[in-house]
């Protein structure tokens, strides 16, 4: 059974400060990784996309990517009351399809 | 916005009655993933279309079948509706070469 797993927090971050979310996945051989937000009551929207070890800037967003350590994580700089909602790591193994974790829910405090 | 539509948005059904779900794809994408998210979890793969044809399916019974039509939209039906189908039901288009899925807005689905 492939397995992603998150911490569903609530996470509660300052405004303005760096939100760091993290994610583990249980197949070594993944090679696709994803950061959809989702806010309440809304369907998840894509954020960033990442495939190779390292870090994966977009704006505000940073994916930092670890397959040794089987680990994914999300960034997030000047973090804004807008960024408040819940954050889904989804991996693809190999031929499978998309594997979702349970989601952060992340708040950030003005 | 994705460019992904689903109908309806919201649905109220009783127990073991069916339902028929629609959704139509980005343009230009030719895959249809169809997924359930239940309350505080993440959403849960049920199947793929791609050239009209199943192309992939979750832990789900039977009575969770999908179609695909030629411009590419796609229905999710449900049979024998149970209270714990109640959720968030997803679609999601993508090229069938990428793996990037781009979602619709969902269909809240209440079985009372």
């Known amino acids: 059974q492939k397995e992603v797993e998150q911490n569903s927090g609530p996470l509660s971050v300052p405004e303005g400060a760096i939100a760091s979310l993290n994610c583990t996945y249980s197949d070594r051989g993944s090679q696709s990784f994803f950061w959809y937000r989702q806010y309440s009551g809304k369907s998840p929207e894509l954020i960033m996309s990442i495939y190779s070890n390292g870090d994966k800037e977009d704006g505000r967003f940073t994916a930092q990517l670890n397959k040794a350590s089987q680990y994914v994580s999300l960034l997030i700089r000047d973090s804004q009351p807008s960024d408040s909602a819940t954050y889904l790591c989804a991996v693809h193994f190999g031929n499978e399809k998309l594997t979702f974790g349970t989601g952060t829910r992340l708040t950030i405090i003005p | 916005e994705t460019g992904v539509t689903q109908s309806p948005t919201h649905l109220i059904k009783t127990r073991g009655q069916q339902v028929t779900l629609r959704c139509s794809s980005q343009s230009g994408h030719n895959t249809v993933s169809w997924y359930q998210q239940a309350l505080g979890q993440g959403p849960q793969f049920i199947f793929q279309y791609y050239r009209e044809e199943e192309n992939g399916r979750g832990n789900f019974p039977p009575r969770f079948s999908g179609l695909q039509f030629p411009n590419y939209s796609s229905e999710l039906n449900v049979n024998a509706l149970e209270l714990d189908d109640s959720a968030l039901y997803l679609c999601?288009?993508?090229?069938?070469?990428?793996?990037?899925?781009?979602f619709g807005p969902g269909t809240r689905l209440l079985v009372l």
């Open positions: 999601a288009s993508s090229y069938i070469t990428e793996e990037t899925q781009y």
